[in-house]
């Protein structure tokens, strides 16, 4: 006889494990704030990166790649970061399209990428202005006002990654499937190739 789940329970324990997220604030967040570095050597070639900022330039490479490390199709950096249990980080994203979130140091670099939980990135995107979406297994559309500054929460503890919108506080979203402290993750960055306009790194101060 097969085994029925019960995807009722399912969706409650979830709902939960999100509202539980929500109550956990962003000042508190805030507390866990680490210096987070552009990594050069990962950058696809036609990502300009100065300091803490990075964009699009579509006419020409920007620099001499690094062939083993960096993304070679999609426009996507890495960030370096100190190893801690909890760390927050703020991204200027005032854009129409952008991608911002966690990936493990082992994910895939190269060709078309697969943004999910199950390739080892964890991600939000914002397309056209308008479509904001959690990259889960399956797309989820987050109806929610648009941010210009994105707060970025890992928990390994939680096994959790968080988004807020840094200039209300909001919550945004939370991925409740994170990666755990073995898997070693890394910020990721992309502002997307439509434009020239840069995202950039946030430097801030926790109350």
Known sequence: MPIIRDSTKEKDASARSRKNTAEFNINQARSHEVDVALDVDTAHPKLKINGKSLQWIDESQQRNINIENCFDEEPFVLGNM???WKS????????DDWVLGVAKATAHR???LVFRPTGGF???RLSNGQRLKAMEDE??????GIPDKVGIYLD????????YNA???SFIYSF???????DDVRPLFSPWNNDAKPITILSITAP
């Open 122 to 124: 964890w991600v939000i």
């Open 139 to 144: 797309e989820h559309v987050l109806e929610k």
């Open 88 to 95: 927050y980080w703020e991204v200027n994203v005032k854009k």
């Open 82 to 84: 100190g190893r801690a």
């Open 167 to 169: 200039d209300d506080g």
């Open 156 to 163: 390994y503890q939680e096994r959790k990654v968080t988004f």
């Open 110 to 112: 190269k060709g078309t």
């Open 176 to 182: 409740i499937n994170g990666a755990s402290y073995q």
